[in-house]
């Protein structure tokens, strides 16, 4: 379920689970205990190279905060690219500000509650994800 994550991106996940933000504090406390829908979200989960902020393994379903450091070109470039690989392995990365998480929580939830009933039949586990380095040809 890892998806070949290796053992220091492991502790890394873990680490940051005692480092949650305050807006995945408060996403964390709408989905937890399978509150959306029945789904079950793992918070600072591996998944290959990449750590999401919560992932749905039944749904091959991310969700990611993004704060302000995710306007910065690099850092753009860096999700744009994460965000193909994942997806080439038919998981679906939804993103929200932090701004989307503290103003338009209702709105956020009704966008994962959709999502998640979209995905809940057409899914099946996939092969691992490649690194970004063997989408591209380039390690990263």
Request: proline content about 6%; charged content about 30%; glycine content about 4%.
């Amino acid at each position: 379920m890892y998806f070949g994550a290796s053992i220091e991106t492991l502790a890394k996940a873990r680490a940051l689970r005692n480092e949650m933000t305050p807006c995945e504090k408060l996403i964390w406390q709408q989905i937890r205990k399978r509150k959306m829908n029945g789904f079950k979200f793992r918070r600072q989960h591996p998944i290959s190279l990449f750590i999401a902020d919560f992932f749905c393994y039944e749904a091959m379903l991310i969700l990611e905060i993004d704060g302000k450091v995710h306007d910065q070109p690099d850092q753009k470039e860096y999700d744009i690219e994460r965000t193909y690989v994942l997806n080439t392995h038919n998981i679906k990365v939804l993103r929200f500000t932090n701004n989307d998480v503290q103003y338009n929580m209702p709105g956020v939830l009704k966008e994962i509650r959709k999502e998640l009933l979209t995905r809940k039949d057409s899914n099946t586990p996939s092969q691992p994800p490649p690194t970004m380095g063997e989408v591209k040809g380039k390690e990263k």
